[in-house]
Structure formats: structure tokens, C-alpha cells
């Protein structure tokens, strides 16, 4: 049975702590994943009529979809300058980053069981299996986000503070890949949690900020939709695109990611023997 790496040097040398063997093997392995990343979007869009086309098609139905939603569904009031126009920009800008969250978070629990067989016969780095799957989540918001741009330079609302959105995009970044070295382990256990995480991140983004704002939602609405987790992931990013500034949503947004991370590299380094006996 084929040990799963943990890409130790063949010569001993002093133990590195779990962090450091796991953010090692990310690096270590970065083309890897790369070229995983590359070779499942392939994949993924073999045989489609528009192909990786999809990946620009639809963000822009899924803001639609929520437009129309909001509008006739829901009956709220718009308030965003541009009216229609502005709100949709304004929903975009939020499907960004929860489009990039949510597919991650949706695919974790299946990164290692749906991979069972390759990981029975190669020796295969662990820590980049979300990594791959990342990367493969960030190609679609990527597009979007270009279109985001021009759309809001022509809407005026386009901000200075677009700049800093490296900041809560690392954070994110670092809060997906914890939370995915959880749910990949987890998922090897419970089948049925990636619907589970599905439904459940389809009801959320009614309850967050991609859709509504405070002026929409009322104070009172605004104070309960915080109880939302995710509701101060997609804050974090509202402020760095509407020049904000929610500085609790920005501490439990770093709170939420060291936690994850902690967890993460946690159960992924306690796991790593019970999964090389399950598979």
C-alpha cells in the first residue's frame, strides 16, 4: 500500500512543525498543481458546446438569475446609483470572491475520496489537492472581475481602494485551504457532506452581502444577516470595492481564517495515518 507523501528529505533532519511541512509542500509542489489545475479544467469542459467560453458565460447568468430574483421575487428597492445597472454591478463584484469561496468549499469534501485510485498507486502531496482545486475556482471570477472593472469605471463606481484587494483575497485564500484540508478529510468519512455544504451555500448568499446591501436589508435585517459567517468574508471585499470600512467584519475575517488554518493543518497531519489505512 502506497505511503501518502508527506515529502520528507531522505536524510534525517530536524522535524518541522505541521505548518512548515505543509506551506513546504505547497511550494515544493507548486507546478504540480499548476498543471493538475490546467489538466482538470480541460477536463471539465471536454465535449461542451462553448467549451471553457462557460467560464465567462456564467457569472454573468448567475448575476441575472440574482437581479431578477431580487427584483421580482423579493420586490426590494434599489438604492445604487444606475439603478438596475448599478445594482448588478454591485452584485457582481460580490459574486467575485463568493464564486471563488464557494466552488472551493463545495468541492473540498470529494478532493480525496473522488481521487481514492491515483492516490493508491503514486505517491501524491496531499496539502496541494485544494490548491489544485483553487486555482481551477479562480479562473472564472478572474474573467469576471476584468468585466467588473470596466463595468464599474462606467457605472462611477470604481475606487481608489480596488488596489488593496490583494489583502482579503490572501486571506481568503488562506481560509479556503484550511477549511479544505478539514473537509477533504472529513469528506473521506461522511459522503453526503459536499451536498450538504452545497444547499447550505446556496441559501447563504441570499443572507450575505453579495446580494444585499444595508440600505436594501434595513438595520435590522443588516444586524441579523451578520450572524451569516461568510457575511464578513464578502464584507472585507465590499470594502476594499465600495471604499468601506467594517473593521469587526475585517476581525472575524482574520479570526475565522488563523482558525481554519489551525484546523486544517491540524487534521490533515493527524489524518494522514487513518487515511493511508482506509484506502
Known sequence: MTTLSQNAAPNAKPARSPMSRTFKAITTNWMLAREM???ELMVSNKG?????????????????????????????????????FGYAVYVLAGMVPWQILSKALEEAPSLVRDRVEVLKQVVYPLEILPVTSLLSAMIGPSIAFVVYLLLAAINGSLHWTILLLPIPLALMIL??????????????????????????????????????????????????????????????????????????SWIIFLSMTVAALALGILVLDRARALLNELI
Open 37 to 39: 489545475a490546467k489538466r
Open 48 to 84: 461542451a458546446l462553448l467549451g471553457i467560453a462557460w467560464l465567462l458565460i456564467r457569472p454573468f447568468i448567475q448575476v441575472a438569475a440574482l437581479v431578477v430574483v431580487v427584483t421580482f421575487v423579493f420586490g426590494v428597492r434599489f438604492d445604487h446609483a444606475g439603478g438596475r
Open 175 to 248: 481560509f479556503v485551504l484550511g477549511s479544505a484540508w478539514a473537509l477533504m478529510m472529513v469528506g473521506v468519512l461522511l459522503k453526503d457532506l459536499r451536498e450538504i455544504i452545497s444547499v447550505m451555500l446556496g441559501l447563504l448568499v441570499y443572507m450575505s452581502p453579495v446580494v444585499m446591501s444595508e440600505q436594501m436589508a434595513g438595520p435590522a435585517i443588516w444586524s441579523l444577516l451578520q450572524f451569516n459567517p461568510f457575511f464578513h468574508v464578502i464584507a472585507a471585499f465590499r470594502d476594499v470595492f465600495d471604499a468601506t470600512f467594517h473593521p469587526v
